[in-house]
């Protein structure tokens, strides 16, 4: 019908208008009432835009901790998750033939003895680097006490360095470590990533989270009356109310990150 004529024609042709929620102007291109642009808006929102999702043949693919968090006589320990390691050795006949000398020809022996230490080095650097990545665990457990016993609001500013410090190692091998690794703590399961991030001032003098201001940010444009959203100096005017010292340029690249739009694109007139 028309109704459907004029979605078309929005989608074809006007999306940019659509998008900047424009609707006197879209009512006057198409020679129509705003009502009807309205309605056409409604019934667009009730589509569904990947209609042969239904149908797609993966399935879901589940995160498996490779650390979880414990709470124990009000202490957090950590382990390491072992259900899915193999255990790796080295193959019994390969170290029988090593132990009868003189059996191989030495070109032999040597090709040998060359892969039996590869094997070795591959094994300690395997452990070596689970031994760090539980090292990493139980550092981040102490500098979070208060993100485990409390949540988010209680995240605290981290960065590599911190934890290298604490460890002992590199900043490098601390981010290789925690590369697409995994942590299961009371408070959910995590990115090992998740916990370094940087800090935003405040008024009462202690530094608060980049995470938890985000985090502010985003119930507050959720809490928004959507006639009137908040601009970016509006949601910096509530942040310092509640004792966050943060710059308008900030709260726009955290807006961005969170994917929410920008105050003209959030407006809901007449829906």
Known sequence: GAQSSLMKDLINDHLEELDERNFK??????????DDIV????????????????F??????YITPDLYVVKMDNEYQVYLN????????????YKSIL???????????????????????????????????????????????EFLDKGLNYLKP???????????????????????????????????????HSSVGSYLGSDMSSVRVKEMIRVICKDE???????????????????????????TKYRKDLKIPATSKRKRLFL
């Not at 000398?101 to 452990?127: C, D, P, T, V």
């Open 25 to 34: 102007k879209l009512a006057k291109m198409l020679d129509v009432s705003i």
């Open 39 to 54: 309605g056409a808006m409604k019934a667009m929102r009730e589509l569904d835009p990947k209609p042969a999702i239904q």
């Open 56 to 61: 797609n043949p993966d399935e879901a693919h």
């Open 82 to 93: 072992d259900d899915d390691t193999p255990r790796l050795r080295i193959n019994s006949y």
């Open 99 to 145: 132990k009868n000398k003189g059996k191989e020809k030495n070109q032999e022996r040597e090709y040998l003895e060359n892969k039996f230490r590869s094997a070795l080095w591959m094994i300690k650097s395997i452990e070596q680097r689970r031994q760090t990545m539980l090292k990493v665990g139980r550092s981040l457990c102490k500098f979070q006490r």
């Open 158 to 196: 981290l960065i590599l360095k911190d934890v290298a410090d604490d460890i002992e190692m590199h900043e490098s091998t601390i981010s290789r470590v925690t590369t697409n690794k995994y942590i299961y703590t009371t408070q959910g399961l995590f990115e090992l990533k998740y916990f370094f």
């Open 225 to 251: 009356d959507q006639s009137k959203p908040y601009t970016d100096d509006q949601i910096v005017k509530l942040l310092q109310s509640k004792n966050v010292k943060i710059a308008r340029r900030t709260v």
